[in-house]
Structures are given as C-alpha cells and as structure tokens.
C-alpha cells in the first residue's frame, strides 16, 4: 500500500511563501492523478490544484495565480508552490492521489497552514 506524506506547512505571515511536499512511498504513475485539498475548520474540505497523470493541472478559483503544483517523477514527490498567502488560505492542507486502475482515493495525513496577519 502506497502511503502519502505531506511536509512544509507552518506558520507564515500574509504575504509570504510556502512550499508544500507530497512524498509517496511508491511510483506516482500507480495515479491518474493527485492534488492538494484543505479543509478550515467549519468548512468543507476543498480542491486547492490538481495535476493529472499527463501533467496537466487545475486550480481552485482562490488561489489561481498564487499556488503552482508541480512534481518531480524520479523523486514520487508532488509539490504545492504557495505565493501570496493570505489569512483566508489557513487551514489543514492534505494530498491527494486516484489510483488509475481502481479509481480508489489515497489521502495523507495532512500539514497545517497558518497565515497571520
């Protein structure tokens, strides 16, 4: 079984920059595709960006020109470049993986975000 790891979340002032890691512990191509979702408390858990087996990606309306996903295939590590962070943007940021044969979802265990003003 494939497991998901997310690292890089912290404590940033609004304005400034994170960068989330996504490691699996087997080959990203098990995937059709994988994506970060967040979830503040209260709210519902929402797609932040997603990238598909064929490297295409799309984002949620929020964060469109502020975040970047990306990953690295020889490393089985997805990223979640975060620029212009804003308060709103708190919140428990979790990867996400679609294996390709089963369409079954793989979560992580999830990394806090905080934005102080």
């Known amino acids: 079984q494939v497991q998901l790891v997310e690292s890089g979340g912290g404590l940033v002032q609004a304005g400034g920059s994170l960068r989330l890691s996504c490691a699996a512990s087997?080959?990203?191509?098990?995937?059709?595709?994988m994506g970060w979702y967040r979830q503040a408390p209260g709210k519902q858990r929402e797609l932040v960006a997603g990238?598909?087996?064929?490297?295409?990606?799309n984002y949620g309306d929020s964060v469109k020109g502020r975040f970047t996903i990306s990953r690295d295939n020889t490393k089985n590590t997805v990223y979640l470049q975060m620029n212009s962070l804003k308060q709103e943007d708190t919140a428990v940021y979790y990867c996400n993986a679609v294996y390709w044969d089963t369409g079954d979802n793989l979560w992580g265990q999830g990394t806090q975000v905080t934005v102080s003003s």
């Open positions: 990238i598909s087996r064929a490297g295409r990606t």
């Open positions: 087997g080959s990203i191509f098990s995937f059709s595709g």
